[in-house]
C-alpha cells in the first residue's frame, strides 16, 4: 500500500499532543461546571437550508450525501423534495443549540446554561489555525422570551476566567475584544447607511486587508459614500479599557452628525460592560470598535479573543447576543455565548512550544517481566496498582532489564517495578520499584506503594517558550 497523503485542514495530534489536548479541554469543563453550566451534546448534522440562512457561510458549508443514488423511485419525488430533506455538517455550534432549544424548551429550566464541545466542520482554505474540522467549546445563556443584559457582562467574564486557568501551564494571558452592534448599526444609519449587514462584513475584515481596501468595499459593496467609509473607519479605530471610550464614540458621532438613540442604548451597555470587567478582571476585557462578527444573528455585545503576544493568529474565541436566532415565531429565546475554537489554541500551544505533555502515554509504571514462564506474576502486580487507580503497563517481552528500561524511558514511564521473585540459586527477592530519572530504586509493596502526584497522570505543563 503507498504511503498515503495527508489531508490539509483535518489536524489528527500525536498522542502527546493529544495530552495537551485533552488538559485543556478537562479545564475548561471543570470552569464551565463551576459557574453552572450544564454539558449537552448535540447532532452533527443540521437542515441545510437553516445552515445557510445564517450569515456569509453558503462557501463553508459541508453538504451531506449518500454516495450511491437512491434510484428512479426517489427521482420521480422531484428536485424541490429532495432539497428538503439535504443535510449539512454543522459550521458551529450556536446554530444547532438555537435549534436544541426550540425543539426541547418545554424540557428546559430558563434561564438555561449550557456548554458544549464538539467538532464542527468548515470548508475554509487551511492556514495557520485555521482547520476544515476542528473542536469547539461552547458556552451560552438563553432566556424566554427576554434575557437580563448582565449576562453579556458575565459569560465574557466566565470564559476569561476559564482562558486564564490554563495560564499555569504555559497559555499566554488573553485579551477579550469587545463591541456592541447596536452602536455599530446606530451609528452606520446615523451616517445615513442603511446596509448594516454589508458595512459589518466590511469593517469584519479590517484586519486582514487593511482600511485602504475595506474603504474601497464599502464604497462598492454597502454604498457608501468616501465621506461615509471615512467615518466608519474612525469608529473602527477606537478601542481602550476604560468608560472614556463611550465619550470618544459620542464625540466622532456629534461630528459627523450620527447620534441616534440605538447608538446611545448600545454606548449604555458596551460602558456598563467595561466599567464591571476592569472590576473583575482588570486588563482582561478592551472595548474595540472594529469588531463585527460576520454572522449577522448578532444583535448586541460581540466578542472577539486573542492571545497577547500571537495576535496574528487571529480570534481564538468569539461570540455575542443573540435575540432571534432562536425563535418559533410564536415564542422568542434570546441568547448570549462564546465558543472557543480549541483546535486553534492547541495547535498554536504546540507550534510554539508554550505547552507540553509530561508524557505521550497514560502509564505511570511499566512492570517488567523476568521471563514468559513468570508472566503472570508481573500482570499480578500490574492488576493490583491499576485496582488503585495507578495507570500500568506490562513490558510486551522479558527482555534484558536494561532494554525494558530503554522501553519505558522511550515513552516516558517514570517508574518501572521488577516483581519479586527467586535468584537462579533460590534466594527470594522482594519488589523492588525504580524511578528511571534519577536512578533511585527502592523496596515496595504493590498493595500499598503510591506514586507521587504528579506523575500520576499524563498532563501538561508549561513549555520552552517561542523566542
Not at 462578527?293 to 455575542?320: A, P
Not at 500500568?392 to 517514570?414: C, E, H, L, N, S
Request: charged share 25%.
Amino acid at each position: 500500500m503507498a504511503r498515503p497523503t495527508p489531508l490539509s485542514g483535518f489536524p489528527e495530534w500525536l498522542p502527546d499532543g493529544r495530552v495537551v489536548e485533552q488538559h485543556v479541554l478537562d479545564s475548561l469543563r471543570r470552569t464551565f461546571e463551576l459557574h453552572g453550566f450544564a454539558g449537552i451534546e448535540t447532532r452533527a448534522v443540521e437542515p441545510l437550508d437553516q445552515l445557510l440562512r445564517k450569515g456569509e457561510t453558503s462557501k463553508e458549508v459541508y453538504v451531506l450525501r449518500r454516495l450511491q443514488e437512491e434510484g428512479a423511485a426517489e427521482e420521480a419525488q422531484g428536485r424541490g423534495d429532495r432539497a428538503e430533506k439535504q443535510l449539512g455538517l454543522h459550521f458551529d455550534l450556536t446554530v444547532p443549540f438555537a435549534r436544541y432549544v426550540l425543539e426541547n424548551a418545554g424540557h428546559l429550566a430558563f434561564p438555561f446554561k449550557r456548554y458544549q464541545i464538539q467538532k464542527v466542520w468548515r470548508g475554509e482554505r487551511p492556514q495557520e489555525g485555521r482547520f476544515r474540522e476542528f473542536v469547539q467549546a461552547d458556552i451560552d445563556v438563553v432566556g424566554a422570551g427576554d434575557l437580563p443584559y448582565h449576562y453579556e457582562v458575565e459569560l465574557p467574564l466566565v470564559m476569561a476566567e476559564a482562558l486564564g486557568e490554563l495560564r499555569s501551564v504555559g497559555v499566554p494571558p488573553v485579551r477579550i475584544l469587545v463591541n456592541n452592534r447596536k452602536v455599530a448599526e446606530g451609528f452606520y444609519r446615523g451616517l445615513g447607511l442603511d446596509d448594516v449587514e454589508a458595512v459589518l462584513r466590511s469593517i469584519d475584515k479590517l484586519d486582514k486587508v487593511g482600511p485602504d481596501e475595506v474603504a474601497r468595499l464599502l464604497v462598492a459593496e454597502a454604498g457608501a459614500t468616501p465621506e461615509q467609509a471615512a467615518a466608519c473607519l474612525e469608529l473602527a479605530s477606537i478601542s481602550g479599557e476604560d468608560v472614556g471610550v463611550v465619550e470618544r464614540v459620542r464625540s466622532l458621532a456629534a461630528t459627523h452628525g450620527a447620534s441616534t438613540e440605538l447608538l446611545e442604548t448600545g454606548l449604555e451597555e458596551l460602558g456598563a460592560l467595561v466599567a464591571a470587567a476592569a472590576e473583575r478582571a482588570p486588563g482582561v476585557v478592551v472595548a474595540d470598535l472594529k469588531i463585527a462578527r460576520g454572522l449577522d444573528y448578532y444583535t448586541g455585545s460581540v466578542y472577539e479573543t486573542v492571545l497577547v503576544g500571537h495576535e496574528h493568529l487571529g480570534s481564538i474565541c468569539s461570540g455575542g447576543r443573540y435575540d432571534t436566532l432562536a425563535s418559533d415565531g410564536a415564542n422568542t429565546y434570546p441568547g448570549v455565548g462564546l465558543s472557543i475554537g480549541v483546535s486553534r489554541l492547541v495547535s498554536r500551544l504546540l507550534s510554539a512550544g508554550l505547552v507540553r505533555a509530561t508524557r505521550a502515554v497514560p502509564s505511570a509504571v511499566l512492570v517488567a517481566v523476568t521471563d514468559e514462564a513468570t508472566r503472570s506474576d508481573s500482570d499480578r502486580v500490574a492488576t493490583g496498582l491499576r485496582s488503585r487507580g495507578i495507570p500500568t503497563d506490562v513490558a510486551p517481552t522479558a527482555a534484558k532489564f536494561g532494554k525494558q528500561i530503554r522501553f519505558a524511558d522511550r515513552r516516558g514511564i517514570p517508574f518501572v517495578w521488577f516483581p519479586a521473585g527467586v535468584t537462579a540459586d533460590g534466594t527470594p527477592t522482594t519488589h523492588q520499584v525504580k524511578d528511571i530519572r534519577s536512578g533511585d530504586q527502592v523496596e515496595a509493596d504493590p498493595a500499598t506503594w503510591e506514586p507521587p502526584a504528579a506523575d500520576r497522570r499524563a498532563t501538561a505543563v508549561a513549555g520552552e517558550r517561542e523566542g
